[in-house]
């Protein structure tokens, strides 16, 4: 047992008054709450049996076999499958003189959904099982740290009242990190290391990655699960994930995983199945928001695993189809060229200019570069030999013809029998940005 254990309040009161009236109890959290060393405090000098299921695989018998009088631990109720061993459990919620305290990782099952409504249990949620301020400032005292009640709050957020990263974080204040947002990521990321390390390994393999290319969104009906996996037995599997941990939880036909396990999840799944791959459900994701007209959600998951080419499609659909008004402000101007339609140019904090792209485009902007070694005379004689006006000198010897009756193979040629050497020339287009650098040069 942990010699600084805290018991949470809530869940302790539960347990005295099921202790008192003889109720059976069924405790469920997530994983590092401390539902069992809750337990193990609560009995230390109580006679009972503890067993754990991963030890009752083929024991059975060392379950009693009639109804004596005994106080009796079960736990990790989350691995159960056998469905002998759920027989002899369901039997045993009817013996009198047994008290039963069964402790899992998820809410009630559903096999077992039976017995509680004809029997009843006292049932420990999670959030019974939050360390809360003064509990946490009671532990932190056992380390030798004090808070202030400010910080404390900061702390349960940070912790969300979870006794391991309780712990962790009294370790880095020990080492003299203060609260505040570095020291959450340092919280969380132990944790989602936790997780990673000592809860899904015990995961059935399957369950796991269908949960890892789930973990792209933050939330999901069975239809969505359906199409990021492509798995035909979503529905099954997401019921065997309510059964296996708290960290999924439904409502209302809408699944959720707590924010850490997403995290952790994530970061597997980008290790196990590979970056591509992970896209590749964020791909299908958003497809199935688009098809919804949930464009936020299919946004942001776009935008979080870089697809960018389809974030320009799903941004000209809503104007298209849509009539939606958007508004992008940003110095990447190639990226503003291939998605609006009309942009306005700022210098200084002041709109200098609001135009049309279909405007810009109109706007003689094909031209024909020269290279050339004499800029002035080649000047003279573009003016006077090949009566072109509409032409702008550059810097490094460039020249810029933007007369559309310009020919390249004739402009060489008169610049030739006129003495002046190209040691280039092509032909070539501004961009927005070229337009962007004129106006602006114009307005400086």
């Excluded at 959904?113 to 009671?138: K, W």
Aim: charged letters at 25%.
């Amino acid at each position: 047992m942990i010699k600084d254990y805290i018991a949470p309040a809530a869940a302790l009161r539960k347990l005295k008054s099921a202790h008192t009236q003889r109720q059976n109890v069924y405790i469920y959290g997530a994983s590092g709450y401390g539902k069992t060393e809750l337990v193990q405090q609560f009995l230390a000098n109580r006679p009972h049996k503890y067993f754990s299921f991963s030890d009752l695989a083929g024991n059975i018998d060392k379950l009693p076999a009639n109804d004596e009088e005994i106080t009796l631990v079960l736990d990790h109720l989350q691995l159960l499958t056998s469905d002998l061993l759920r027989e002899k459990i369901l039997n045993l919620c009817y013996y009198r003189k047994v008290w039963l305290i069964l402790i899992s990782r998820s809410a009630l099952p559903h096999w077992l959904r039976p017995s509680y409504v004809n029997q009843g249990f006292t049932i420990i949620h999670e959030e019974d099982l939050h360390l809360r301020g003064t509990e946490m400032a009671a532990y932190l005292q056992t380390q030798q740290l004090t808070l202030s009640e400010a910080e404390l709050v900061h702390l349960e957020g940070a912790t969300d009242g979870n006794a391991y990263a309780l712990r962790y974080a009294s370790l880095l204040l020990q080492q003299g990190h203060k609260i505040g947002p570095e020291f959450y990521l340092q919280v969380w990321d132990a944790y989602a290391d936790y997780l990673e390390t000592f809860v899904f390994p015990s995961w059935d393999s399957t369950l796991l990655e269908f949960l890892m290319q789930l973990s792209i969104t933050n939330d999901f009906d069975l239809e969505l699960a359906k199409m990021i996996s492509g798995n035909s037995r979503a529905a099954a599997l997401l019921e065997h994930a309510l059964e296996t941990d708290n960290l999924l939880r439904q409502k209302g036909g809408v699944y959720r995983l707590s924010p850490i396990a997403q995290q952790a999840l994530r970061s597997l799944g980008e290790k196990r199945l590979g970056s591509e791959r992970m896209k590749t459900y964020a791909s299908r994701a958003a497809l199935y928001y688009e098809m919804h007209e949930q464009f936020l959600p299919a946004l942001r998951i776009l935008d979080h695993c870089g697809k960018d080419e389809q974030i320009r499609s799903l941004l000209k659909n809503l104007c298209a189809e849509y009539g939606v008004t958007i508004m992008i402000s940003s110095h990447i101007l190639s990226e503003i060229e291939s998605i609006a339609d009309t942009v306005g140019i700022i210098a200084k904090g002041r709109m200098i200019e609001e135009i049309s792209m279909a405007a810009v485009e109109e706007m003689n902007l094909a031209y024909i570069e020269l290279g050339i070694t004499d800029v002035k005379r080649a000047a003279f004689v573009l003016s006077e030999k090949c009566g072109l006006t509409n032409f702008k000198i550059m810097e490094g010897g460039k020249i810029r013809i933007y007369d559309k009756k310009a020919v390249p193979g004739e402009v060489s040629r008169i610049l030739a029998l006129n003495d002046v050497e190209v040691t280039e020339i092509g032909k070539k287009a501004e961009n927005l940005e070229d337009y962007f650098l004129k106006i602006t040069k114009t307005e400086n």
